[in-house]
């Protein structure tokens, strides 16, 4: 389909590149996270944590475009990445 000359376009989402995007995201990702029964640590608003039923815990560390998961059990890990 080929845009009318004096026909713009309503953009429902952001895009990548714009100012706002990383916010867009990161506002995004917290719901899922949360949803994902994740909490965010009070001090670090990159740092989730979830208590897992053997009684241990499993962090989700975000920096840039890395996320690092760290859990004492391998397929709590493996659970959250698939």
């Known amino acids: 389909m080929i ?5 713009v376009c309503l953009l429902k ?3 990548y590149g714009l ?3 990383p916010t867009q995201w990161y506002k995004r990702f917290d719901v899922f996270m949360i949803k994902h029964d994740f909490l965010r640590i ?5 740092v ?3 208590q897992i039923p053997n009684d241990s ?8 475009d890395d996320m690092f998961i760290v ?8 659970k959250i990445k698939a």
């Open 3 to 7: 845009p009318e000359k004096d026909h």
């Open 13 to 15: 989402r952001s895009l």
């Open 19 to 21: 100012k706002q995007s």
């Open 42 to 46: 009070q001090y670090d608003s990159c």
């Open 48 to 50: 989730y944590f979830k």
């Open 57 to 64: 815990f499993v962090y989700l560390f975000i920096y840039v």
């Open 71 to 78: 859990a004492k059990d391998m397929f709590a890990i493996n």
